[in-house]
Every structure is written in structure tokens, then in C-alpha cells.
């Protein structure tokens, strides 16, 4: 009788861990203080809206990766100058959008210069499961999300954009200023200035621990035709390593780039350093490599380590990021800065 109790108890316990994985029939319950430590970090005071499609996901104990998809989908379908087909074209009067997602076990997934798809943070995650790339881009791109069924939007120009863009061609001027994500929309200060750019970036830990991220952008407006920045590149502008911790960048995409600034924060964190502590090594990084020149761009990180500690930095006052956990879902917060 011991035995076969014995038999029977073991039995259980198997058929949990097996419908714990994915494709498992019943997802194993999880306790009330599992659920208690989920949390998204997203950059920009836009991150509040995006962290409610993310939270909707992890406070039933979804996946990390359901949820930064899902969160930053907002933005996307949102009418916004810096994210998604309703963002500043390039020079040619095309939009163009970056896109990657990062999962807990190092599978990632990106998109550049695509064009006339809503979701492209979506077609990254496909590429990341569908295909044996990590990145696909431009006509190939727009291919690869045709024939995964996403459908193509009108090539036209939404109405603020169209106006914004033929402002901007009076004069051709590209002058990136800092912190324009401040400004809320794209009418605000001179056309080619206070409304280029920016990107939403978003980091989440689950109630099974583990991490995942996503970064999209309709890319600096008025830029160069092919230009990518660091939003669609993985260990540039997004970096996911389940054993230490994740991050993300916002801002100046080419300095960025320079220091494969997302990859580097989390090796900082490797060392032991907080995220927050992290956020800035990085950022001092950057500032010595600009020099001089570093008072007229803005590079700002985001980063949660493996225990759900968050943290974040700026080159340059005034960047603010979005916090959602069970305590608090639309928390916004000033970020240290390095530059008086």
C-alpha cells in the first residue's frame, strides 16, 4: 500500500511539471505571492497606457512574453509621432518601423524598415518562432508578415503626419532635440525638432520568474531613407538574460549602437550592480565616448534584474518612466540624470 501511495503521489507531481510547460493542457495554479511579483517597466509617461495591456496578462500569471507583446501593441495602434504607422515618415514621406522581443531563454525576434504593418512588434515575435532568423528587413520584411496573414494597411500618411511632414519640407532641417517625448504630441515646437523620434521599450518579469522584452518605433522622423537606429537590435536597444536580469534603451539610437548599450547595462548587472547603478555605468559610457558633444543628445536605460528590483538613468534631465506592479499600476517616475 505504501508503495503504490508512494506511486501515486510521485505520479501527481509529474503531471504538474508537465502542464506547468507550455502546450500543457491546465496551467498549474500559482500562490497568491507568485502573482505579487509580477511587474512591467516601460520608458516615457506613454508607458502607463502600455503597461495596462501588459498587466492585464501578468495579473492572471500570463507569460512574460504574452505581455510586453500586448503592452506595447498600445502604442502601436495608437495615433502617436514616434510609434507605429501614425508616427513622422523618413525624408521620402514613408513610415517606416523597427521593431524586436526578446524572450527568458535567449530567443529574439526583429523587423527593420518595415512598412505598412500595424503590429510590427508582433511580426518580430514571429520571426523569433517561425523562421530560423533573428532578424528580417525592408520588402523581405513586409513578405514575411503578408504571408503570416498580418494585412496590409493603406500607404498614406495620417493627417497630423501629412501636415507635419510638409511643414518639415520647407525648410529639410534635422535637428534631433532632447526629450521631445515630453511634448505629448507632434504639434508642439518647429517641425523636424520637438516631435522626431522616439521608441517605446518595455521589460517584464512573470509569476514564474522569468524576464522578457520589447522595443518598437516608428524611428526619427525625417531620417535619412533606410536609417535604423538601436530599437530593433538585440544587445543595442533590448537585452533579456533570464540568470541576471533585462534592459532597454530610449533616446539617441545611433550612440546607443556605439556601445551596445542594452547588453552592456546587463553585464553591469552581471557584476553585481543594481539596475539602477547599472543604467548609469552606461550612461557614463556613453557620455565619455560623446564628450563635448554629449550635452545635445539624450540616452536613457530602463532595467529590472532577476529579483524584480527596477531601475533607470538618463544622460540628461527629464526622462521619466512607467512602473505597474500589484501595488501600483500607472506609477510614473523621474529617472536620475548625469548632466547638472
Known amino acids: 500500500m505504501a508503495t503504490r501511495r508512494k506511486f501515486l503521489t510521485s505520479s ?54 504574452d505581455a510586453v507583446e500586448a503592452g506595447v501593441m498600445v502604442t502601436e495602434a495608437s495615433q502617436n509621432c514616434c510609434v507605429g504607422l501614425g508616427g513622422n515618415p523618413d525624408r521620402d514621406g514613408i513610415v517606416t518601423l523597427d521593431a524586436c522581443i526578446m524572450d527568458h531563454q535567449f530567443n529574439c525576434g526583429s523587423v527593420a524598415a518595415l512598412e505598412r504593418i500595424l503590429h510590427p512588434i508582433s511580426v518580430a515575435r514571429r520571426v523569433m518562432e517561425k523562421t530560423p532568423h533573428v532578424m528580417l528587413v525592408g520588402e523581405g520584411a513586409q513578405q514575411f508578415a503578408v504571408a503570416q496573414g498580418f494585412p496590409l494597411q493603406p500607404q498614406k500618411l495620417s493627417p497630423d503626419a501629412e501636415k507635419a511632414y510638409r511643414e518639415w519640407l520647407k525648410t529639410s532641417e534635422y535637428k534631433p532635440v532632447v526629450n521631445i517625448e515630453n511634448s505629448g504630441n507632434r ?80 553585464e553591469f548587472m552581471r557584476q553585481g550592480m543594481s539596475p539602477e547603478a547599472a543604467c548609469r555605468a552606461a550612461v557614463e559610457r556613453v557620455n565619455r565616448i560623446k564628450g563635448a558633444k554629449a550635452k545635445d543628445i539624450q540616452v536613457c536605460f530602463i ?35 548625469l548632466l547638472k
Open 12 to 65: 501527481a507531481a509529474s503531471l504538474a511539471l508537465l502542464t506547468a510547460q507550455p502546450g500543457g493542457a491546465v496551467p498549474v495554479p500559482l500562490p497568491p505571492n507568485a502573482r505579487g511579483k509580477a511587474l512591467a517597466i516601460s520608458t516615457w509617461n506613454d508607458g502607463v497606457a502600455a503597461n495596462q495591456g501588459a498587466w492585464e496578462i501578468l495579473k492572471k500569471g500570463g507569460p512574460a512574453l
Open 187 to 266: 504639434k508642439t515646437g518647429p517641425v523636424g525638432g520637438p516631435q522626431n523620434h522616439d521608441t517605446i521599450a518595455m521589460l517584464a518579469l512573470d509569476a514564474q520568474g522569468n524576464l522578457s522584452g520589447s522595443c518598437t518605433t516608428s524611428g526619427m522622423g525625417f531620417k535619412m531613407r533606410g536609417r535604423v537606429g538601436d530599437s530593433p537590435l538585440i544587445g543595442s536597444g533590448l537585452y533579456v538574460d533570464n540568470e541576471v536580469g533585462a534592459a532597454a534603451a530610449t533616446g539617441q539610437g545611433e550612440d546607443v549602437i556605439r556601445m551596445a548599450g542594452a547588453h552592456t547595462v546587463v
Open 303 to 337: 532595467a529590472v534584474n532577476n529579483q524584480g528590483v527596477t531601475g533607470a538613468f538618463a544622460l540628461q534631465k527629464g526622462f521619466s518612466y512607467s512602473l505597474c506592479n500589484a501595488a501600483d499600476q500607472r506609477k510614473v517616475v523621474q529617472s536620475g540624470y
